[in-house]
C-alpha cells in the first residue's frame, strides 16, 4: 500500500521561508511525477507546481521564483521550498504523485497526502 505523508507546515511571517516535505512509503518501484496543489477556505484546489521523472518543472504564475519543487527519487520524498511567502499563500497544501508501485510497474496511479497547513501573517 503506497501512502503520502506530508509535513513542514506551520506559521511563518510574511517574508519568510517553509519547507514542505512529501514521504512516499511502501512497495514503490518509481515515483513518475509530483505535484502540489493548495486549497484556501472557500476555494477550489489549485496546481502550485510540479515536476516530472525527467526534472521538468512547471509552476504557477502566483509562486514563480518563490518556490521551488524537487524530488529525492533515493529518499522517495518531494519538496516544495517557498520563499519569500505571502498573506495570500496560506492554505492547505497537498502532495500528489504517480506513482508505479512494485506490483504493478507498468501502471502507475495518482496517490494523494493528507495535507499540511501553512500560514502566513502579515
Known amino acids: 500500500q503506497v501512502q503520502l505523508v506530508e509535513s513542514g507546515g506551520g506559521l511563518v511571517q510574511s517574508g519568510g521561508s517553509l519547507r514542505l516535505s512529501c514521504a512516499a512509503s511502501?512497495?514503490?518501484?518509481?515515483?513518475?511525477?509530483m505535484r502540489w496543489y493548495r486549497q484556501a477556505p472557500g476555494k477550489q484546489r489549485d496546481l502550485v507546481a510540479g515536476i516530472t521523472s525527467g526534472g521538468r518543472t512547471n509552476y504557477a504564475d502566483s509562486v514563480k521564483g518563490r518556490f521551488t519543487i524537487s524530488v529525492d527519487n533515493a529518499k522517495n520524498t518531494g519538496y516544495l521550498q517557498m520563499n519569500s511567502l505571502k498573506p495570500e499563500d496560506t492554505a492547505v497544501y497537498f502532495c500528489?504523485?504517480?506513482?508505479?508501485?512494485?506490483?504493478?510497474?507498468?501502471?502507475?496511479?495518482?496517490?494523494w497526502g493528507q495535507g499540511t497547513q501553512v500560514t502566513v501573517s502579515s
Open positions: 511502501g512497495s514503490i518501484f518509481s515515483i513518475n511525477a
Open positions: 500528489n504523485a504517480d506513482i508505479a508501485p512494485q506490483a504493478f510497474r507498468r501502471f502507475p496511479s495518482a496517490y
